[in-house]
């Protein structure tokens, strides 16, 4: 028997006054999976996100989540799964463990301050944690951010530009420490990324959107083979550019 | 089939108590953020007890109405800075863009307005009951004189302010930090309508039903006649009781339809002007 996907999207369409920015789209990612959203400014990743969350409504079709429709049903998945956006941030002036503090109460996790402890090690925070949120650089930042999202072990994680203003080094580190927890807790992870190597990296399937439609879906092997192509950014520019790249490039 | 743990009424207090906690550790490591909770209620209440002070020589009846200006400024400040407050505490969300980490969050809407709610009292203790004591040592004016009548008042004003509080919430969370000054504002509409400073039989005999609609009006009217004629009218406290359930239930039906139409409109994602 096959597993209920952790993430369905039916026919899911957002309009904005005049502007479709998710038009018609559907998938259904399976348990335990790495998914990586890709495509450029405008695409509707983050909107697609944002309804998968909760956190907008959809003007027609539905999206469910562990089984709850959301945002109707949300309160039954909340506590269940987390994310990280850099549309938000946290409060700059608590310091990290308050922060932490703060949000493993929101989540009801038990024995919270053994919890932070965990995170703060293998996260490579354990210095900081008393350090004010604001007082960090972006790669701290980003770490407590991750920190915050893994606060309370999520089943389901979703993940908009996890990476995005990090230098290479910590970028290829926390893609570590995200892969290591996926698969220790064997957790479903959405990714939506403009970063093709990160997703390249991370991702068993990859979902290619532009103009709010899905483009194009499948596994990275399979699509490098289909697009003839090395890397999945030179498939990302024939999918964004109607394949004027890949004729550009014959 | 959702169970009532699951449900958007279940109740956590450690989620309440998450985000009292996220203010306090706030509170506490800003000294301008507790220097302004006292800073303009001190101002305000020097300047009308000057005044107080200058018309009681000059007036028989002000002479027998002593500690009206003082008292309405003192109740006025419970109003306003109860909204404000808990205004205040709201936008904190917004200005550090932690709105959607919340909003994400288990917690629910109704454990958001209480942990508001209680901030706001927090934060009105904080610069009120400095200034109360001032107000006795400068004008020997005894708020707490008021006895079980101040907690009467205390209990209304809160009540109103919360409910605009709420509201204006809604407002800013469906329109973004481009409607953060009805927070500073709004409350000021409250100021000529209620009658702070003297009797409803002041305004426009077309404009005092609108002020008797109005919870504040039935507080400052009980205050005058307890300075003034030295007796509490039980009946206005209950009238203004009623109003406010009223008021706190539109407040809070307003800011889930606003918070409904931030959903549609992609507002919590865009929390910028």
């Known amino acids: 028997m096959t597993a209920a996907p952790a993430i369905e999207a039916e026919r899911l369409v957002k309009i904005y006054k005049n502007v479709r920015a998710v038009d018609g789209v559907s998938f259904a990612i399976a348990p335990g999976s790495i998914t990586g959203l890709l495509g450029g400014n405008g695409a509707g990743k983050t909107t697609t996100i944002a309804m998968i969350m909760g956190l907008i409504t959809p003007t ?18 909340l506590q269940r799964m987390n994310f990280e956006s850099p549309y938000v941030e946290m409060p ?59 606060i309370n072990a999520p089943e389901l994680l979703l993940l908009d530009e996890p990476t995005a203003s990090l230098d290479p080094d910590t970028a290829d580190w926390v893609r570590g420490r995200l892969d290591r927890y996926r698969r220790d807790r064997r957790a479903t992870v959405l990714l939506a990324s403009h970063n093709m190597a990160e997703v390249e990296r991370l991702c068993e399937r990859v979902i290619i959107m532009k103009r709010g439609r899905i483009e194009d879906d499948d596994t990275p092997a399979r699509l490098l083979a289909r697009y003839g192509r090395r890397t999945l950014e030179e498939v990302f520019l024939d999918v964004a550019r109607g394949g004027e790249a890949r004729v550009a490039a014959q | 089939m959702t169970t009532r743990a699951e449900s958007v009424f279940a109740f956590s207090p450690r989620r309440v108590a998450a985000m009292i906690l996220r203010y306090w550790y706030l509170l506490r490591s800003s000294w301008p953020r507790l220097v302004e909770l006292v800073y303009w209620p001190t101002v305000q209440m020097i300047t009308w007890g000057f005044l107080q002070f200058y018309v009681m020589q000059n007036a028989g009846f002000f002479a027998r ?11 006025w400040d419970i109003l306003f800075r109860g909204q404000l407050g808990f205004s205040v505490s709201f936008l904190e969300e917004m200005w550090s ?50 006895g079980l009548a101040l907690v009467a008042f205390f209990l209304n004003l809160m009540l109103t302010s919360w409910a605009v509080g709420i509201f204006v919430s809604g407002l800013v969370l469906r329109n973004g930090l481009g409607a953060e000054n009805f927070a500073w504002s709004i409350m000021f509409v409250f100021m000529p309508l209620t009658c702070v400073y003297y009797p409803v039989t002041t305004l426009p005999v077309w404009l005092q039903p609108l002020a008797w609609a109005l919870p504040p009006t039935y507080v400052f009217e009980g205050m005058r006649a307890l300075l003034i004629e030295h007796s509490f009218h039980a009946n206005l406290m ?3 009781v009623g109003l406010n359930v009223l ?20 507002s919590l994602m865009q929390t910028g002007e």
């Open chain 1, 60 to 77: 027609s079709g539905r999206v469910t989540v562990l089984g709850a429709e959301m945002p109707r049903q949300r309160y039954r998945v």
């Open chain 1, 92 to 150: 700059m002036r608590l310091t990290i463990r308050q922060n932490l503090t703060v949000f493993g109460m929101l989540y009801d996790v038990p024995d919270l301050a053994d919890r932070i402890e965990q995170l703060a090690d293998a996260l490579d925070l354990a210095d900081l944690l008393d350090r004010p949120t604001g007082r960090l650089s972006a790669g701290q930042k980003t770490r407590v951010s991750l920190a915050k999202s893994l």
């Open chain 2, 65 to 75: 109405a002593a500690g009206t200006f003082i008292g309405a400024v003192l109740l």
């Open chain 2, 97 to 146: 863009r932690n709105i959607g980490n919340l909003m994400m969050s288990p917690l629910r809407p109704f454990e958001f307005v209480i942990a508001l709610m209680v901030m706001s009292v927090v934060r009105l203790l904080i610069g009120v009951i400095p200034v109360t004591l001032l107000a006795f040592v400068f004008f020997g004016f005894n708020l707490y004189g008021l």
């Open chain 2, 238 to 240: 209950i009238e203004a």
């Open chain 2, 247 to 266: 008021f706190f239930a539109a407040g809070m039906l307003g800011f889930l339809k606003l918070l409904q139409s931030a959903r549609r409109h992609g």
